[in-house]
C-alpha cells in the first residue's frame, strides 16, 4: 500500500502562488493516475486536478488557467502549482493515488487564501 506525504501548504494573500507536493512510497508510482482533491470548509471533497500515468490532464473548470499539475516519476512526487490564489480556494488539499484496484489518500495540506 502506497503512503502520500503532502507538503507545501501554508496562508496567502489573494493573488499569491503556492506549490503543494506529494511524495509517494514505494517503487511503483509510476504506474498511478495522481490526482488532487479539496475539501473547503463546511463542503465536500472536491477533484481538482488529475494526471495518468502517461501524462493525460484534467482540471476543475474553477482553476483552470491558474492550477497546473505535473509529476516527476524520478522522485515519486506530484505537484500542484497554484497561481492567482482567491479566497475560494481555501480547503485542505489532498493527494490521491489510484491503482488498478486501490485507491490511497495522504493526511492534507491545508491552504489558506486570506488577506
Known amino acids: 500500500q502506497v503512503q502520500l506525504v503532502e507538503s507545501g501548504g501554508g496562508l496567502v494573500q489573494p493573488g499569491g502562488s503556492l506549490r503543494l507536493s506529494c511524495t509517494a512510497s514505494?517503487?511503483?508510482?509510476?504506474?498511478?493516475?495522481m490526482s488532487w482533491y479539496r475539501q473547503p470548509p463546511g463542503k465536500q471533497r472536491e477533484l481538482v486536478a488529475t494526471i495518468t500515468n502517461i501524462g493525460l490532464i484534467n482540471y476543475a473548470d474553477s482553476v483552470k488557467g491558474r492550477f497546473t499539475i505535473s509529476r516527476d516519476n524520478a522522485k515519486n512526487t506530484v505537484y500542484l502549482q497554484m497561481n492567482s490564489l482567491k479566497p475560494g480556494d481555501t480547503a485542505v488539499y489532498y493527494c490521491?493515488?489510484?491503482?488498478?484496484?486501490?485507491?490511497?489518500w495522504g493526511q492534507g495540506t491545508q491552504v489558506t487564501v486570506s488577506s
Open positions: 514505494g517503487s511503483t508510482f509510476s504506474l498511478y493516475v
Open positions: 490521491n493515488a489510484r491503482g488498478l484496484a486501490t485507491s490511497n
